[in-house]
């Protein structure tokens, strides 16, 4: 028997088509015929040939996509070691304010941070000569500033929902600190550090107002291309450019959650087998295992690739 939809439902529905609904429109015009982006001409994909020919628009593509990814891969690697002391260690004098001043950049205006980040640029290369231009160079520093704090507030709350008696047994097993974190606590927050890096990667490649800031010449990253082009007049061209980048953008989300899903369906399956195969064991040397047999097994297909 259905039922009726009731407000709940006509509230998602009208929440969806909100959010989603601008992004459709953009899709649907950036096929359209006529350059007069308002104006339905007929279908086309004349457009994206156009996009592709056009090299100042190529270029800050892949000027943004080099400065995303670096970015986001130093962000997530000072983001897990600031995570680690904020969660791990303990107390000590200027805990509080080290937690504060790691995520201060979440609430601090972009047009802030841009200027100073300028001023400490200009007044590094008066003082030491260094950096001598301003280029990909300060805006992956500059992204890297604001990253680290979103990338390590990701990290941070899954650092501490790990079960730190599985750390504490490895440790009483005989593993060092180190082999402890290889082993046992980053595949526990792997997904977590994957999550920080997506976003990261998504805050550079979308930021403008920093950008501009610590930019120079040679250095041109796409939204400041974009913003430029929008202010003499929307091009079919640039809702083509955005239909890619929300293709691109929801395919990197959906493998992503397929293969996070993926692994840890896994990882519950091994630790259900575990707990009950061996009921006599002690638990925290049980799961110790079945982590170290998720961790095994990609080692192990690697060698027998190899062999074969």
């Known amino acids: 028997m259905k039922t009726k939809p009731g407000f709940s439902d006509w509230v998602l529905i009208a929440g969806l088509l909100f959010l989603y609904m601008p992004m459709l429109i953009l899709v649907i015009y950036s096929f359209n015929e006529s350059r007069l982006v308002t104006v339905w001409a007929g279908f086309s994909s004349k457009w994206y040939l156009e996009l592709f020919r056009d090299e100042q628009i190529m270029g800050a593509v892949w000027t943004s996509l080099k400065i995303g990814f670096w970015s986001a891969s130093m962000a997530v690697v000072l983001a897990t070691m600031a995570a680690f002391v904020m969660t791990r260690l303990r107390r000590f004098r200027g805990k509080t304010a080290f937690s504060s001043m790691i995520t201060a950049p979440l609430v601090m205006p972009d047009v802030i941070t841009g200027l100073s980040l300028l001023l400490l640029f200009v007044a590094m290369a008066n003082s030491i000569g260094w950096p001598a231009d301003r280029g ?59 999550a920080g890096w997506l976003l990261s990667f998504t805050l550079s490649l979308d930021d403008l107002v920093i950008s501009s800031f610590v930019s120079g010449p040679g250095a041109t990253t796409l939204p400041m291309v974009v913003f430029s082009s929008v202010r003499l007049g929307i091009t079919p061209k640039i809702n083509a450019l955005a239909t890619l980048i929300i293709f691109a953008v929801s395919l990197a989300a959906f493998v992503s959650w397929w293969l996070l899903r993926r692994q840890e369906a896994r990882r519950v399956a091994l630790l259900r087998q575990e707990v009950a195969d061996t009921e006599s064991t002690d638990f925290s040397e049980r799961r110790i295992k079945a982590v170290l047999r998720i961790n095994r097994k990609p080692v192990q297909q690697g060698l027998t690739t190899k062999t074969e």
């Not at 990290?155 to 079960?163: A, G, P, Q």
Request: some cysteine.
């Open 136 to 194: 990909m160079l300060t805006i992956w520093i500059a992204h890297v500033t604001f990253c680290t704090a979103y990338a390590t507030v990701v990290i941070s709350s899954r650092l501490r929902e790990v079960d730190r008696s599985v750390e504490e047994a490895a440790m009483d097993l005989g593993a060092p600190p180190f082999k402890t974190f290889m082993l046992i606590t980053l595949p526990a927050i792997l997904p977590a550090i994957a």
